[in-house]
């Protein structure tokens, strides 16, 4: 059995490829919707577990004019990774919830 080197330098190129690639801001905005949330008492979901669409779009726009305001991207950008990071948000608070 021939011996086969291993170039490292490309396996774990290929690893890091393969992770997923979080957008820009979204974790910025969803520490943003967490703390909102928490101080204001905002309950992204509701006591039967099921997502208040309400409380979720309305944290969305928030943090997608704190993102713009801050990168000066478009709406329809901002309004992405606002609605990405309400929905991760809504998402571990439903799992938090449920334990």
Same mark, same amino acid.
């Given at each position: 059995?021939? *011996? !086969?080197?291993? *170039?490292?330098?490309?396996? /774990?190129?290929? /690893?890091?490829?393969? !992770? ?16 909102? =949330? ?14 208040? !669409? ?14 713009? !305001? ?9 309004? $992405?990774?606002? /609605?990405? =990071?309400?929905?991760? $948000?809504?998402?571990? =608070? ?6």
């Amino acid at each position: 059995m021939p *011996n !086969r080197s291993l *170039n490292w330098s490309a396996a /774990l190129r290929g /690893l890091n490829a393969d !992770r997923i690639q979080v957008a820009p801001g979204v974790r910025t905005a969803r520490s943003l919707i967490d703390g909102m =949330a928490r101080i204001r008492r905002t309950a992204l979901v509701t006591p039967t577990g099921a997502f208040d !669409r309400a409380a979720i779009m309305a944290a969305a726009v928030e943090a997608a004019k704190a993102h713009q !305001r801050r990168h000066g991207t478009t709406w329809s950008a901002a309004m $992405s990774i606002g /609605l990405t =990071a309400a929905w991760a $948000s809504a998402r571990a =608070a439903r799992a938090a919830a449920k334990h």
